[in-house]
């Protein structure tokens, strides 16, 4: 649910960005991942990991979070301009490029999103115990 909740604000973001205001390709992108990341990090450590502690604690896997979050999207902000450039070059409309923008960036985000996890999972959030179902 966390997951759907963020790649919902996420593509939110990117639907407003692009397909609304008309920004290019990669400054869209990045506004979804602002504006999807801070709640991401929220839920994720409070939800799945259940983690407490000081302020610097908190604040450390925030920072590794982040980090981890934006390495993993550096890929999908590649394919998803790669996607978008490609079909630019068959007349597209820009509603349906905005359609091209959103569907590539959810499926690198679900390439992304394995990969990233078990990185969070093993070495940011490593020790919690938790339930998983």
Request: cysteine-free.
């Amino acid at each position: 649910m966390v997951s759907l909740f963020s790649a919902g604000l996420s593509q939110g973001g990117l639907a407003v960005a692009f397909g609304i205001w008309r920004w290019p390709i990669v400054p869209s992108i990045f506004f979804s991942l602002g504006v999807s990341i801070i709640p991401a990090f929220i839920l994720s450590d409070l939800v799945i990991w259940r983690r407490t502690g000081d302020r610097g604690q908190v604040r450390q896997r925030a920072i590794a979070f982040t980090i981890v979050a934006l390495l993993g999207s550096a890929i999908g902000v590649v394919i998803v301009w790669i996607s978008v450039r490609t079909a630019s070059h068959y007349s597209l409309n820009h509603t349906q490029l905005t359609l091209v923008a959103n569907l590539s960036s959810i499926g690198a985000s679900g390439l992304v999103w394995i990969a990233r996890y078990f990185v969070l999972d093993r070495f940011v959030f490593k020790g919690t115990s938790r339930e998983v179902f």
